[in-house]
């Protein structure tokens, strides 16, 4: 057995340990039992194949093809071939079995046995809208991989055969893909057509049960000499042995041959009125002895391993025993391990129910045969639920080291960071053992299968302390700017998609958006993750993940954290428990679809779209006095981000923040509130700019369900966390109320009040408020990072409003003390309520036409046009803050706010449709916010990247156009 240390490569694994348990389990007899009296049985068969025994496609699909810059589909490379693994140094290549491998991995070490990192890519064909996140795989063959030797009428889905369905379709003939209670008794198709399916699958069923006598025959043919010489002076084996390593094959392999050769002339010579129910029938009452079969499977292989370890000569036996070929084959043997043979009887097992299923899908009810094979069929699920008893096939993968049940605790897709490049995983965590795995779609119709890239045992995982971890390896980084393009653009799809549905346009139409809508928030979801989560195996690997919540980075701690409180022992696992493992995880996960709106049905909620205005209050519970403050998090484009944050409250157990913090919802349906204690000790400051070193006090969340959010009184709340009390309140406004401009009921007010009756009567060019503001930001905020892009605290920027609306006098000394970023969001409140927006509404449209125009010289002129058709004081107002904004970005290094950031918080504030324009097109308040979201940012931007605007040249000079707009 191989050190902790060494590489997957060098394992040269000398035993199986596979327990009673593991091999009793359901994930790896590959069926789902159903409580008896659930009137399921018939109706639901679990077509699950253990991954050992399936079939493994030439080419398959996945999401690397947007995992690539921009999402661009990467060509279609084959994938290696390679035979799949029992051991290191012995082969399974079974005629036309078409499979990947992998060599066992070491403890923490890639373990792709079905593919790799240089897995094909292939053109994004996506099956957005389907359960996972894989692609369609059109252009995929329709039936198995020629000359597969697997059974060609099983199919992995309930519904039907893809095998039946490809040869439906080239004879011309629909298959319905709907499950029938028997064709005969109510179904679609006349019980003619039935009969001719149920010859179909029986032509398959007999192929692969000529298949599987070879191998039962290949397996019995040097049992006999070895017994003769276990009675010599020089014994191969002793006859405990072989009776140990050969035991109840001979009765399986006579049960089996008897069952063909009286099935093999009926289908040959097949006749409508022909009945064989009771061949099936006779066929599950001697299932028993797989009973006894299972019962010694573990002592066989250990007992086979250990004769190959001491005998060199059985070793060469069981290394190549020859399977004679399928009668068509081309190939007339083949060899195979005696390992990979003797899970046959496994892999079998399982196989006569689902051929039962389909059987009885295609015989009428009234046929002879059709209540000998409910008979067959409920015996064979008695016979499988009498090994499995008292084990719950949802939860329970396989079992541990210590033989103790292991069950899934929590998965979840998470951002690897994998040789420089974002990769989209789905991640496992069991009561041992953390698996990263990627799902791979086969050819149409065929089971779904997981890749395993990596495990690392709890006994084997730590988490690096900040000041050891290594700074996060190069990764590319894409601005700010370009996400909040594609956020613009999904916003902008979604409104298409409204607009089809409300003019009930075409279905394929329709398909195409939600299609380019999945990509743009895959892309997304891919692209937007900064917070690291290190995963460190103590025998030298470490992973990286970046997400883009910390709640969710604490779940995860949290959960490993707990379970490696209990006595865990380190291992490692062989090939054939990872198969069974990692094939396990496709039935045992809860998280099924990738998180993008773009998976969610028509009737689930699209979430909110607004403001949510949260108040945080105060806290208690604290044990201890700490320097305390609060995140708040919403769930944005299907990932949660980090909103707002309150001020650090210093050495207090019951802090009393009172801030109030509006926070814009797009589509959300949650909010996160974190409680944290800060961190000044320099020493434990990690290196990455975007790791979160401050201890998690307690963290919660909150349902913001549209039906109960409060959108008029404030509604108060506690959220309850690790003892630990916070108390907050919250109310919200949509986005449609949000774009109504009430004007301010005091004459005297700045606020609400149109911005010349301002600047009249201050007898200014630029009202006081912007000067004042302006003037503070670039004192001590322009190297603020996120300046105003970052949330303010509401109450702070309410006392700002209402100082500024009673002309108070001391308003200099307030804006000294306050904090910048309460200054910036008054600014910005300032021109959010302005009776009309700066750039005015009777201009709008204009502007609208102006930047989609192509030529450049003719939009310079329009746009120069436009803002010389704007009154004097929107203009001079608009032009001060222009060089404001520019001044601002030119820190963008240290600020992290380019042109295009700027642009994004500013456009729509400074450029909004007027309220009646608004009504009179758009209904929906999504729509509302993705409507021409875009073109108002371009328009702020075009001004801001375009040189110095004077107002005396822009008004002196005559190039531009003079008539009316």
Sequence with gaps: ??????????????????????????????????????????????????????????????????????????????????????????????????????????????CSYNSSDHEDGSSADFNYGAEDYDAEGNEEPKGPPEGSETMPYIDESPTMSPQLSARSQESGDGVSPTPTDGLGAGGERDA?????????????????????????EALLLPMKPLKATATTSQPVLTNQQIETIF?????????????????????????????????????????????????????????????????????KISEELKVKGPKDSKESHTSVTMEALLYKPIDRVTRSTLVLHDLLKHTPADHPDYPLLQDALRISQNFLSSINEDIDPRRTAVTTPKGETRQLVKDGFLVELSEGSRKLRHVFLFTDVVLCAKLKKTTVG???????????????????????????????TIPDHELEDMKMKISAIKSEVQKEKAGKGQSRAIERLKKKMFENEFWLLLNSPTIPFRIHNRNGKSYLFLLSSDYERSEWREAIQKLQKKDLQAFVLSSVELQVLTGSCFKLRTVHNIPVTSNKDDDESPGLYGFLHVIVHSAKGFRESANLYCTLEVDSFGYFVSKA???????????????????????????????????????????????????????????????????????????EMNGIKVEFSMKFTSRDMSLKRTPSKKQTGVFGVKISVVTKRERSKVPYIVRQCVEEVEKRGIEEVGIYRISGVATDIQALKAAFDANNKDILVMLSDMDINAIAGTLKLYFRELPEPLLTDRLYPAFMEGIALSDPAAKENCMMHLLRSLPDPNLITFLFLL????????????NKMSLHN???????????????????????????????????????????????????????????????V
Excluded at 255 to 275: A, G
Excluded at 450 to 461: I, N, S
Aim: some cysteine; proline content about 7%.
């Design 192 to 216: 003619g057509k039935g009969l001719e399916m149920r010859k179909l699958v029986l032509s398959g069923f007999l192929a692969s049960e000529e298949i599987y006598i070879n191998q039962l």
């Design 902 to 964: 700027l642009a994004t918080v500013f456009g729509p504030t400074l450029l909004r449709p007027s309220e009646v324009e608004s009504k009179g097109h758009l209904t929906l308040a999504s729509d509302i916010w993705s409507h021409d979201v875009m073109a108002q940012v371009q328009v702020l931007l075009y001004y801001l990247q375009h040189p110095p605007i004077s107002f005396a040249e822009l008004k002196r000079n005559t190039l531009y156009f003079s008539t009316d």
């Design 446 to 476: 065929k089971h779904q299968q997981y890749d395993c890239k990596w495990y690392v045992p709890l006994a084997d995982l730590v988490f690096p302390a900040p000041e050891e971890s290594e700074p996060c390896p190069q990764v590319h």
């Design 883 to 894: 060089e404001h904004l520019k001044r601002v970005a030119e820190k963008e290094p240290i």
């Design 247 to 315: 035991y109840k094959i001979q009765d399986i392999y006579e049960i089996h041959k008897e069952f063909y050769d009286n099935l093999c002339p009926k289908v040959q010579q097949w006749d409508s009125k022909v009945t064989l129910g009771h061949l099936f029938q006779k066929l599950a009452s001697q299932l028993g002895v797989y009973k006894a079969f299972v019962d010694n499977y573990k002592v066989a292989l250990e007992t086979a391993e250990k004769c190959s370890q001491s005998n060199n000569q059985f070793q």
């Design 1 to 110: 057995m191989p050190g902790p240390g060494e590489g997957s490569a060098g394992h040269d694994y000398e035993e199986v340990d596979v327990s009673e348990k593991f091999l009793l389990n359901p994930v790896f007899l590959g069926f789902r039992i159903l409580p008896r009296g659930t009137g399921e049985e018939l109706d639901r068969p679990h077509r699950w194949l253990p991954a050992i025994g399936g079939r493994w496609p030439k080419h398959s699909r996945d999401l690397d093809s947007l995992e690539g810059t921009n999402g661009r589909s990467s060509p279609v490379q084959p994938e290696e071939q390679h035979p799949l693994p029992w051991r290191p140094r012995r082969h399974l290549d079974v005629p036309g079995r078409d499979s990947s491998s992998c060599s066992s991995p070491e403890r923490g070490s890639d």
């Design 645 to 719: 944050k309150t001020r650090v409250f210093r050495d207090t157990t019951e802090p009393q923040w009172n801030e109030e913090f509006e926070i814009e919802l797009e589509g959300s349906q949650s909010l996160r509130i974190l409680c944290y204690e800060k961190c000044y000790d320099k020493t434990k400051l990690n290196k990455d700019d975007n790791e979160i070193v401050d201890k998690i006090m307690g963290k919660g969340q909150v349902q913001l369900d549209p039906q109960a959010v409060p959108t008029k009184n404030w509604h108060m709340d506690v959220i």
